[in-house]
C-alpha cells in the first residue's frame, strides 16, 4: 500500500496519537512537532483522507511526546504534550466546537412564513410544515432522516395563515395541524391520518389579525387546547379542545398593545400553564398566570427592546425557574428576563443579533446542557446563534446565511444525529432553509505545568491510576532520575507531582502501562537509558506505588522505547513487553515473571522450645492470628496480629507436657476457632475452645497413644462435626477421636502404622467424598494411606516408599491434574518426596527434589501467583526455610534459602500484612522465636522473542495491532535510517512471521494505528521527521 503525505510546513513532526477528536465516529490524529511551537490536529473524513492541519501552540519548539485521554470527563479526548526544552507538560483540553453546514434549500409556497416540525408520518423522522402567506396554503415535507426532505405536498388553509403549531387534537396518536389565518380572523384545523396526509382544514373564530398560534393542555383535563394572539384588537384567545379534534368558543383576554407572539410556560411553579405574549407597540411583554381551569388572570407587563416580536421560554441560568427571551426588531437585540418562579421576573439583559430579528428559537447545539438560542435576522439573511452560559448571558452570535428575508425559524434533529438543526423559512425565496449541526471539535487554550528547568521530560501516559474513574498523567523525568506523576481532578485540572525515583544516572526514557503482576491494579514500566535496565512501580490502585527495588534486567545496548500489550491473547497485559534499543536493527519481546521473594519482617519471642505454629483468626477481626507450642513451658502462646505484620504481646494458656504440635478447628460448631495440642510426655491431647475474642477456655485433656507426636483435623464420619486423628510415635499408631456437638470427643480408636508415625494429614486420595489419612513412619522410610469409610472407621494401611527418616507429610495439587499428591520432608536424605496421586488411592514412585539441611515441616501455597502450588520447608539444620517453586508437573526449581533463627522447625502460610500475598511464619525450636517472613513480588525479564527489523535500520516506534484480522495482535515499527515501516504479523504465542517493509518518506520517528477509512481494516500513520510530513499507509 502506497502512502499519502500530509504537509506540516515547517514543522517536524515527532510523535503520533489517535482518537476521535470531533465525536463524529471517524478517527482523527494529532502530531507533536520539534521545531516550531505547536501541535496539528488533522481531522478524518472516514475515507482514509484528512483534513488540512488545524495548529495549536504549546510554547514549546520541542513537543516530543503526546498522550491522549479524557482528562475532565465531559466525553471529549483531550491531549498532553510533553515539552522537553521548557521542562512542562501542556494540557489541551477538548470541547465541541459546532457549526452548521451551508444551507440546503427546498421549494414551499408563496411567501413562507412560520413553519413547525413533528413526525406526520410516525416513521420516527422529524417532517416540515410551513405556512404560505400569499396562496393561503401550508406545505408539509416529509424527512428522510439524513437532513434531507421530500417534495412539498400542500393543503389549503384561510386566508393568510401567519402561523402554525402542531399537537395530537383528537387524541388519535396522529399529529395534527393548527394555522391562524390573519385575514379572515379564524384558525384552521386539520386532522392528520399519521401517513403524511391530512383532513380538510376545519375553521374556529378568533380575534381580529391572529399573528400566533401554540397548542397545550390549558386546563388541565390532558386534552390539547389552543391559544391564538390576535394583533389587531390587543388580546389573546383561548380556545378549549374537546379531545376529538372540536374546540369550544374562544374567551379572550387582554395584552398590551399590537400583541404579536405567544409562548407557554409554568412561571410560577404551580403546575398550572401560563402564557407571555410580546407587545410590538408598547415595548413590553405580558405575563398571564393560569388558573388551571383554562382562564387566567389580568396581565402583568415587563418592558424590553424595541419592538419585540419572537418569544421563547427557557431555563437559561440552570436555576430549574422559567425564564422568557424575546427579539426585538427595533433595536436588533434579544432580551432575556430571568426568572424567580414566583411569576416575577428580573430586569432584561440584552444581547446583539443580526438586523431585525424576527423568529427565535432555543436549544442545545452545543451539548453542554446549557440553552443557547437561534434568532432569524430579516435584512441580514441569516441566523444568529448565540450559546449560552448557563448562568443567563450568552456568547456573541455566530451568523450563518439562509435565504432571502427569513422570517421564522425552529429547531430539531433532522438527519438523527444527536445535534439539534435549524430550519428557516425565506419569506421572498418562496423556500425553507435546512441547515444542519456538526461537531468541528477544538482544543481549549492550553494549561502548562512546569517543573524543575533540569527535569528533561521524554516519555508521558496517561490512565487512572487511583481507581477514582479520573485520567492522571506519568511521565518521565530523564534529568532528574525520576518519574513524575500528577493525578487529575474531575475540572481537568491535575494536583502537584508525586515523584519515584528511578535511581542514580537512571536516565528514565521511555515509559508503559499494564498490570504486570496480574493484581488488577495498574503499574509502570520505564526503560533507562543511563543504566541499560526497565524498572518496574507497581500499583496499588490508590495512585501510590510499591517503592521499586531495581527490578530491570541490565541490556547489552541502550533501551530507547517500551511498550506493553496483550501479545498471547491470554487477556493480561502481565507479560509482554516490547523494547527498542538505540542503534540496534531488532526489537526484543520480553516476559515479566514473577520470582517471589521473602524478607525477614521481624522475631517474636515465644515461650521455651516452640515445636509447632498455626494460623487462624482467633478474635474473628478478619486479621490472621499466630498460635504456637511451647514445648518446655508446656504452653501455648496466641499473638493477635494488627493486619500490617504486626502482633501484638502473647497470651499464653497451659496445656499437658511436652507439648510438640498444635492445629485449629470448629470443634464446637460456634464458629469460633478452637486450638488442639499434641503432648508428647504425658500421652495426651488438649482440647481449648475459643470465645471468639482471642481468648480461650482451660484445657480439656484426652488420653491418646504412646508419645503423641502430630494431630490433623477433619469429618471422618459425616456427621459435619469436626474428628481428630493422633500419630502415636511409639505405639506404630493412629488415633481417631470423633466429636460431639458440644466440642468433646470420643475415647480413641487406633489402627496399626508402620514403625514410628511422625507426621499425619487428612484428605480425599480416592474423590469418594470421604476423607482418607495419610502417616509419615520416621523408621520405616514410608508413608501409609489408611482410606476411610465414611463413618469413623478406615481400611488397612496401604504404604509407599519415601526419603530416610520422612518427618512431615502435606497434601495438594501439584501438576494440576485435579487429583491429590503427597509432599514429604525427608529429615536425612535432605529431600522432599512428591507421589503423585492417580485419584484412586494408589501412587506414583516418589520424585525428590533437594531441600536444605534436616527440612522438618513443610507449607504450601501459590507464593509466586503462576497458578503452581509451591512449598516452603524449614530446615533444622542450617537454620533456614526453603522456598521451592512447583512447575506444576509434579517438579519443583532449585530452592532458595533464606535464613531464620535456630533450629526451624514448623511453618505455616499466611497473609499477615493484607497485600494478597501469602508470607510465612516459623517458630525456632533452639532460640524460643518466632520469625515472619513476609512475601512480596520481585520481576525479572526473560527474552522470549527477538525480531529483526533489518540492517542498520534503528526502529525508534512502534504500535500494536490486529493488521490482517485474525485476532492475533501484530506490531509495527518505525525505522528512522532505512526510511520504512516494517510489520510482523503475529501467531498469538509471541512468535511472529518475517517481516513486510512498507517505504516511507525520510526518518519515520513515530508510527500509530487506526482505522482511517472506515473499511474494519486497521491503516498506519507515520511522522517522517525530515520531511516536515505525516504518512498515511490505507490497509488491505
Avoid at 409554568?266 to 398566570?289: H, M, Q
Avoid at 438523527?416 to 487554550?445: E, K, M, P, Q, R
Wanted: some cysteine; charged content about 15%.
Amino acid at each position: 500500500m502506497n502512502q499519502t503525505t500530509y504537509s506540516l510546513g515547517d514543522a517536524s513532526p515527532y510523535a503520533i496519537g489517535i482518537g476521535d477528536f470531533n465525536k463524529d465516529k471517524r478517527m482523527d490524529f494529532v502530531v507533536t512537532t520539534n521545531s516550531t511551537n505547536n501541535i496539528a490536529v488533522l481531522f478524518g473524513y472516514g475515507n482514509g483522507s484528512f483534513a488540512n492541519p488545524i495548529l495549536y501552540s504549546t510554547g514549546s519548539s520541542s513537543s516530543i511526546f503526546v498522550g491522549i485521554g479524557d482528562l475532565n470527563k465531559d466525553d471529549r479526548l483531550d491531549i498532553v504534550v510533553i515539552n522537553n526544552d521548557t521542562s512542562s507538560i501542556d494540557i489541551l483540553l477538548g470541547y465541541g466546537k459546532f457549526s452548521f453546514k451551508n444551507q440546503k434549500t427546498y421549494s414551499t409556497g408563496s411567501y413562507p412564513i412560520s413553519l413547525a416540525t413533528g413526525d406526520f408520518n410516525n416513521d420516527s423522522r422529524w417532517d416540515i410544515v410551513v405556512a404560505n402567506t400569499n396562496d393561503n396554503t401550508i406545505s408539509v415535507l416529509l424527512g428522510y432522516g439524513n437532513g434531507s426532505f421530500a417534495d412539498q405536498t400542500k393543503y389549503s388553509t384561510g386566508s393568510y395563515p401567519r402561523s402554525v403549531a402542531i399537537g395530537d387534537l383528537n387524541n388519535d396518536t396522529r399529529w395534527d395541524i393548527v394555522v391562524a389565518n390573519l385575514n379572515d380572523n379564524t384558525i384552521s384545523v386539520l386532522l392528520g391520518y399519521g401517513n403524511g396526509s391530512f383532513a380538510d382544514q376545519i375553521k374556529y373564530s378568533t380575534g381580529s389579525y391572529p399573528t400566533s398560534v401554540v397548542v397545550s393542555d390549558l386546563n388541565n383535563d390532558t386534552l390539547l387546547d389552543i391559544v391564538v394572539v390576535n394583533s389587531k384588537d390587543n388580546t389573546v384567545s383561548v380556545i378549549i379542545g374537546y379531545g376529538n379534534g372540536t374546540f369550544a368558543d374562544q374567551k379572550q383576554y387582554v395584552t398590551g398593545a399590537y400583541p404579536q407572539c405567544i409562548a407557554v410556560g409554568d412561571f410560577n411553579n404551580d403546575n398550572r400553564l401560563d402564557f407571555a405574549v410580546s407587545n410590538s407597540y408598547d415595548n413590553t411583554v405580558s405575563v398571564l398566570l393560569g388558573y388551571g381551569n383554562g382562564s387566567y388572570a389580568d396581565q402583568k407587563k415587563y418592558v424590553v427592546g424595541g419592538y419585540p416580536q419572537p418569544i421563547a421560554v427557557g431555563d437559561f441560568n440552570n436555576d430549574t425557574q422559567l425564564d422568557i427571551i424575546v427579539a426585538n426588531a427595533l433595536d436588533n437585540t434579544v432580551s432575556v428576563l430571568l426568572g424567580y418562579g414566583n411569576s416575577s421576573f428580573a430586569r432584561q439583559r440584552k444581547f446583539s443579533t443580526g438586523v431585525r430579528p424576527s423568529s427565535i428559537a432555543v436549544g442545545d447545539f452545543n451539548n453542554d446542557t446549557r440553552l443557547d438560542i437561534v434568532a432569524v435576522s430579516v435584512y441580514g439573511r441569516n441566523v444568529s446563534v448565540l450559546l449560552g452560559y448557563g448562568n443567563g448571558s450568552f456568547e456573541k452570535q455566530t451568523k450563518y446565511s439562509t435565504g432571502t428575508n427569513p422570517l421564522y425559524v425552529v429547531v430539531g434533529d433532522f438527519n438523527n444525529d444527536t445535534l439539534l438543526d435549524i430550519v428557516v423559512a425565506n419569506n421572498f425565496d418562496g423556500n425553507i432553509s435546512v441547515l444542519l449541526n456538526y461537531d468541528t471539535g477544538a482544543l481549549a487554550h492550553r494549561i502548562t505545568f512546569a517543573f524543575d528547568n533540569g527535569s528533561l521530560l521524554q516519555s508521558v501516559a496517561v490512565f487512572d491510576f487511583n481507581n477514582d474513574s479520573l485520567l492522571d498523567i506519568v511521565f518521565a523525568n530523564y534529568g532528574t532520575n525520576t518519574i513524575g506523576i500528577i493525578l487529575g481532578s474531575s475540572n481537568g485540572t491535575f494536583g502537584n507531582q508525586t515523584m519515584f525515583s528511578t535511581g542514580w544516572n537512571s536516565r528514565p526514557y521511555s515509559i508503559a502501562i499494564g498490570d504486570f503482576d496480574k493484581d488488577d491494579q495498574m503499574d509502570i514500566a520505564v526503560a533507562n537509558r543511563g543504566t541499560k535496565t526497565i524498572d518496574l512501580f507497581l500499583g496499588n490502585g490508590k495512585g501510590a506505588f510499591n517503592i521499586q527495588e531495581n527490578y530491570g534486567n541490565g541490556f547489552n545496548s541502550t533501551p530507547l522505547a517500551i511498550a506493553a500489550g496483550d501479545l498471547n491473547n491470554d487477556g493480561y497485559l502481565e507479560t509482554p513487553i516490547v523494547i527498542a534499543y538505540d542503534g540496534t536493527d531488532e526489537i526484543d519481546v520480553l516476559v515479566a515473571h514473577d520470582t517471589k521473594s521473602f524478607r525477614k519482617q521481624k522475631t517474636y519471642a515465644t515461650g521455651s522450645r516452640p515445636s509447632s505454629v498455626a494460623t487462624g483468626d482467633f478474635n474473628n477481626d478478619t486479621l490472621l492470628d499466630i498460635v504456637v507450642v511451647d514445648m518446655y513451658d508446656d504452653d501455648v502462646s496466641i499473638l493477635l496480629g494488627y493486619g500490617n505484620a504486626s502482633f501484638a504481646h502473647q497470651s499464653i494458656y497451659s496445656t499437658g507436657s511436652g507439648s510438640i504440635f498444635v492445629a485449629v478447628g470448629d470443634f464446637n460448631n460456634d464458629r469460633v476457632l478452637d486450638i488442639i495440642v499434641a503432648n508428647t510426655m504425658n500421652n495426651t491431647v488438649s482440647i481449648l475452645l475459643g470465645y471468639g475474642n482471642g481468648s480461650f477456655l482451660h484445657q480439656t485433656t484426652y488420653s491418646t497413644g504412646n508419645r503423641p507426636t502430630s494431630v490433623a483435623v477433619g469429618d471422618f464420619n459425616n456427621d459435619s462435626l469436626l474428628d481428630f486423628v493422633v500419630a502415636n510415635f511409639y505405639d506404630n499408631t493412629v488415633g481417631i477421636f470423633l466429636g460431639y456437638v458440644n466440642g468433646s470427643f470420643g475415647s480413641q480408636t487406633t489402627y496399626s502404622t508402620p514403625p514410628s508415625p511422625r507426621s499425619v494429614a487428612v484428605d480425599d486420595f480416592n474423590n469418594d467424598k470421604i476423607l482418607d489419612i495419610v502417616v509419615a513412619n520416621v523408621y520405616n522410610n514410608t508413608v501409609s494411606v489408611l482410606l476411610g469409610y465414611g463413618n469413623g472407621s478406615f481400611a488397612e494401611q496401604t504404604t509407599y516408599s519415601t526419603g530416610y527418616h520422612p518427618e512431615f507429610v502435606v497434601v495438594g495439587d501439584f501438576n494440576k491434574d485435579k487429583l491429590l499428591d503427597i509432599v514429604v520432608a525427608n529429615w536425612q536424605s535432605n529431600t522432599v518426596s512428591v507421589l503423585l496421586g492417580y485419584g484412586n488411592s494408589s501412587f506414583a514412585k516418589q520424585l525428590t527434589s533437594s531441600t536444605g539441611a534436616s527440612p522438618s515441616s513443610i507449607g504450601v501455597a501459590d507464593f509466586n501467583n503462576d497458578g503452581q502450588l509451591d512449598i516452603a520447608v524449614t530446615n533444622s539444620g542450617d537454620n533456614t526455610v526453603t522456598v521451592l517453586f512447583g512447575y506444576g508437573n509434579g517438579s519443583f526449581a532449585n530452592p532458595i534459602a533464606y535464613v531464620t533463627d535456630a533450629f526451624p522447625n514448623s511453618v505455616a502460610v499466611g497473609d499477615f500484612n493484607n497485600d494478597s500475598r501469602s508470607d510465612l511464619v516459623v517458630s525456632n525450636l533452639w532460640s524460643g522465636t518466632v520469625v515472619l517472613l513476609l512475601g512480596y513480588r520481585n520481576y525479572d525479564f526473560e527474552k522470549q522473542t527477538t525480531l529483526i527489523t533489518g540492517n542498520e535500520s534503528r526502529p525508534r516506534s512502534f504500535a500494536f495491532g490486529d493488521f490482517n484480522n485474525d485476532s492475533q495482535i501484530d506490531i509495527v515499527v518505525a525505522n528512522s535510517d532505512t526510511n520504512t515501516v516494517c510489520i510482523f504479523l503475529g501467531h498469538g504465542n509471541y512468535s511472529f512471521t518475517d517481516r513486510i517493509s512498507l517505504l516511507t518518506e525520510s526518518t519515520p520517528i513515530s508510527v500509530a494505528t487506526g482505522d482511517f477509512n472506515q473499511d474494519s481494516i486497521l491503516d498506519i500513520v507515520v511522522a517522517n521527521y525530515e520531511t516536515e510530513n505525516v504518512g498515511v499507509f490505507l490497509g488491505h
